[in-house]
């Protein structure tokens, strides 16, 4: 792969940005219950990596939502489990597509130039929405986080995986996003293995700090309760490492 850096100037599509917002904010207003807690502990602003668990095709809406900056997304570059408009609106944001189960380095390169200008990234450190659990994190975001020395900000969401069910049911959902405190920055020593191991636990500890923003039954991999662990055994196996993402 070229070493060519690909430079986005944020913020960027300002205009059909801050309409997709307002939009954005009537649906979830109209359609959920939507509660955010933590507000004290955004931060000012950029560079600051967004994090959060994902278990909907909705979360992308929500964290925009929950959120105050101009954002970049990172999100794969197929969206199977999103309907067509799902899609259709992400493209028209212009978030910076990845191709899981390949280092996906371009799309990093982008987000790392992002956060240079002082800039907000949001990624989703599990790298899909295959489950309904926690899993352990791709490379990707301890990678950013360590290259970029930003501050990391996790998010706990609850709730959107029953907003259509509910609506097809006659009421709104209650949808949380729960704000922790910001992480980092990350250095790390060493190279060869010593320096995966240390990226490995910076993803872990992010992932655990996620955990405690959500519900117990929802945390999977991070659980305390080897019941809940057992049950999300399986969900940790990556579809795009079989299946490269292109």
Known sequence: MSDERCVVRYPRRVFI????????RVLLALLTH??????????????????????SYTDPAIVLRATPWPLEGLGGFRLPNAPFWGGWILKLWGYLPLHRGTGARGALRVAEDVLAQGGV?????????????LRPPRP????????SQARILPLGIDGALDIFPSLRQGHRAHVTVRIGQPLGPF??????????????EIGHQIMR??????????????SDDPAVRAAA??????????????
């Open 233 to 246: 055994r399986g969900t940790e196996i990556y579809p795009w490492d079989a299946e490269p993402d292109f």
């Open 140 to 147: 990707g975001t301890s990678f950013l986080a360590v290259r």
């Open 34 to 55: 939507f509660e955010v807690t933590g507000q004290e502990n955004l931060p000012d602003g950029g560079p600051l990596l967004v994090v959060m668990n994902h278990f």
């Open 17 to 24: 940005r801050g309409v997709l917002r307002g939009l954005n």
């Open 209 to 222: 700090e996620i955990a405690s923003l959500i519900p117990p039954e929802r945390r999977g991999y991070y």
């Open 187 to 200: 250095c790390v020593e060493g190279r060869g293995q010593e320096r995966r191991r240390q990226l490995d």
């Open 121 to 133: 990234v949001g990624i989703a450190p599990e790298g899909g929405a295959w489950a309904t659990v």
